[in-house]
């Protein structure tokens, strides 16, 4: 389930982008659509605890995201979310299967 209430963010020297509630079951599916700059990825860097809110509040599974510490959110989301971001961070030193368990390594998990 996720949860979103009230969430705000606001890039340096703009206005908040300023997102609508959210209510999403276990199992169910929600379309994020608008134009370019409407805040789509925002609210999902903010949904994964990748961004922090400048106001309001996120929950998914139960778990509040913003009020974790950085380092404890970065281990919540390597076991709990899958992201993708827009642009790849993969490194041409490594082949294909030693970056998909880069996600693994960074959870503390097996490869």
Do not use: C
């Amino acid at each position: 389930m996720i949860d979103s209430r009230g969430l705000q963010f606001a890039y340096p020297h703009s206005e908040p982008l300023r997102f609508a509630d959210v209510s999403v079951a276990q199992g169910g599916t929600l379309l994020l659509r608008g134009p370019s700059g409407s805040g789509k990825s925002t609210w999902l860097a903010l949904a994964s605890g990748l961004l922090t809110p400048t106001a309001g509040e996120v929950e998914v599974g139960g778990q509040s995201v913003g009020g974790l510490s950085a380092a404890t959110r970065d281990a919540w989301r390597a076991r709990h979310i899958g992201f993708l971001p827009q642009k790849l961070h993969l490194s041409d030193a490594l082949s294909v299967e030693d970056n998909l368990g880069l996600v693994f390594f960074a959870a503390g998990l097996p490869v």
